[in-house]
């Protein structure tokens, strides 16, 4: 029955829905894009959901704050490594090119992880970051861009990055003060 709801409200602010998702159409605000996440989510539309997170954040930077670029990046590794419906036929470079997206939202994460909160905040935006990155360093859909075999099947400057990167991931102070 939710499912049906869900269809009924979809249908209802995006009537064009099918015409955007085929790339007849283009969204024209980040209501749009946003709306349609969830149905690239579902029919594994990730080079679509990447693009979309990409315009939504472009468009409106205070989506960073409000855990925007957080769920940006995960559709990119997605694509970055051919993965998803869409992704599949995406040219090497393409698939460099969303990796090399997800690898500066990640990076951009750890900034505001490791950044001191500051006087008066409660360090919450600090914590949620640390949450989201180890998630992360442990998420199968990442192993990609994460484990040491798949990064073997990328270039060695690119290698050398997202290396550089989990390790700077792993050295991230844990809620009680202590590295992992």
Known sequence: MYHILR???????LPNLPALLEGRSQPVDNVE????????EFRDLTALHARLWEDALAADRSLEA???????VPPAVLAGCGRGTDATAL????????RAR????IGAELDVAAAPAKPGETGARQQQARAT???WS???DFAGVRDPKALEQLP?????EWTQLWQRVARLPQPDGQSR
Do not use: F, I, Y
């Not at 269809?7 to 602010?13: D, G, M, N, S």
């Open 66 to 72: 409000s855990g925007g670029r957080a769920r940006a």
């Open 7 to 13: 269809r009924e409200a979809e249908h209802t602010v």
């Open 102 to 105: 997800a690898r500066e939202w």
């Open 156 to 160: 060695a400057a690119e290698r050398q």
């Open 133 to 135: 990155l180890k998630a």
């Open 91 to 98: 040219p090497d470079a393409d698939r460099a090119r969303w």
């Open 33 to 40: 894009r946003l709306a349609m996440t969830p149905e690239c």
């Open 138 to 140: 442990t998420r199968p």
